[in-house]
């Protein structure tokens, strides 16, 4: 990124108008520049034909626009486009757009690695570096929309829905993360109805609580064991904030959500005689009975760094018609682009470990 100048994408709309304010300028301009990039996909002031010419001019020596660049692509059989990212520092993140009849959803990272270190997800296993800035968040929609498209009607968007399920834990870096949403909803930019924008969580309770009220977009929380003992093991993090504080943040923050109307999606990956047996199931439609949910069992993703396993088929079923039986709203998730590893939790792009220096790339399955 270029020194000194403002990078236009790092900032949220009512910082935009600041920006516009601060150099003398109605705030307005903020709509102009927020239609230009994100609706229009132009990072070039020259081409912003709506602006003065001493303006543009004026612009091109304090401001610039910069997203992260793709270094390469790659595409499923099954449609599914994997993008790495380059953040600078040799570091690459990962983004993945999934094509499906309804909608087409883009899948965006939060962080370079994740510090939480789930004992099944390959981009835990790959360490973490930082969090990522507003720029290098948005930059990865804007990216994949210089492929897929650009839009500015409601209908029929290239990019419908948003899901921060990419790599990183999103409430981690919850400052940046809240002002990408403001860009993702603005009437002015990517105009996405808040039910399709989804921010998935390993449960960080003080932070979604503090979020509650503020911040309102789907919620997903990443559950995966049916008691503390086991989930200690899988999602570390529970050790600090365990299923009765996590289920109580999420109550709190669905009852100030519209966009959840009401229910919280859980999610629950499935993995070989781990968590998967219908003991575990009876166990979880338990815990989740007053819960307003609906759940999605992900059959575990296998990747290089992990010796866990799918479960059978038969396992799966066994496992959904439990919590089926017991009146839950289930799906278990169908598995998109994993011959390209942009399944869920086989993200790991290029990140260098902190605490050592090290540039790890995860080796490919
Ligand atoms: N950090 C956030 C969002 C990114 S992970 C979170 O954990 O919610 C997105 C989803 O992929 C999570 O539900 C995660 O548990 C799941 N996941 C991680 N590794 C996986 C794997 N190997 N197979 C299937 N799902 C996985
Ligand atoms: Fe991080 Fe989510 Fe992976 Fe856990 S599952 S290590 S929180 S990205």
């Known amino acids: ?69 793709i270094v390469s692509e790659q595409k499923s059989v099954d449609g599914t486009i994997k993008w790495a990212m380059d953040i600078g520092n040799g570091q690459l993140v990962e983004t993945v757009f999934i094509p499906e009849e309804s ?18 997800c390959r981009t835990g296993a790959s360490g973490f570096n930082r969090n990522l ?44 993360v809240i002002k990408v949403v403001e860009i993702l909803l603005s009437d002015y930019a990517f105009a996405l109805s808040k039910r399709r924008v989804t921010i998935s969580t390993s449960g960080i309770s003080p932070i979604l609580n503090k979020i509650a009220g503020q911040v309102d977009v789907a919620l997903a ?16 993090i529970n050790q600090k904030y365990n299923i009765a504080s996590v289920l109580d943040a999420v109550r709190n923050y669905i009852s100030k959500s519209n966009a959840n109307c009401g229910r919280v999606t859980i999610e629950y990956v499935l993995l070989d005689h781990v968590n998967d047996s219908t003991d575990d199931a009876q166990e979880l439609a338990a815990l989740l009975k007053d819960l307003p949910c609906k759940i999605n069992l992900i059959p575990f993703n296998p990747h290089g760094e992990s010796d866990y396993k799918r479960p059978s088929n038969s396992r799966i079923d066994r496992f959904y018609k439990v919590l089926f039986d017991k009146g839950f709203t289930v799906i278990t998730r169908t598995t ?3 011959d390209i590893a942009a399944a869920c939790g086989q993200l790991a792009g290029q990140v260098k470990n902190k605490l050592n220096n090290e540039i790890i790339r995860i080796r490919q399955v």
């Not at 909608?103 to 099944?120: A, D, E, W």
């Not at 800035?133 to 968007?157: C, D, L, M, W």
């Open 221 to 236: 929380l990443s559950l995966h064991a049916p008691n503390d003992k086991l989930r200690d093991v899988l999602v570390p």
């Open 103 to 120: 909608r087409n959803t883009l899948c965006i990272s939060t962080q370079v690695g994740c510090p939480v270190k789930c004992s099944f």
């Open 1 to 69: 990124m270029s020194d000194k100048l403002v990078n236009l994408m790092d900032l949220s709309p009512s910082e935009l108008k600041d920006f516009a304010v601060s150099i003398g300028e109605k705030p307005f301009r903020a709509q102009q520049f927020l239609k230009w990039i994100y609706q229009y996909g132009v990072d070039d002031f020259d081409k912003m034909t709506n602006l003065r010419k001493d303006l543009r001019e004026k612009l091109k020596t304090i401001a610039t626009i910069e997203a992260p660049k």
């Open 336 to 338: 998109r682009g994993d």
């Open 133 to 176: 800035s507003v720029s290098e968040i948005i930059g990865q929609v804007y990216r994949a929309a210089t492929v897929v498209g650009f839009s500015e009607n409601n209908s029929q968007k290239p990019i419908s829905n948003i899901v921060m399920m990419g790599m990183g834990e999103p409430l981690l870096n919850v400052t940046a």
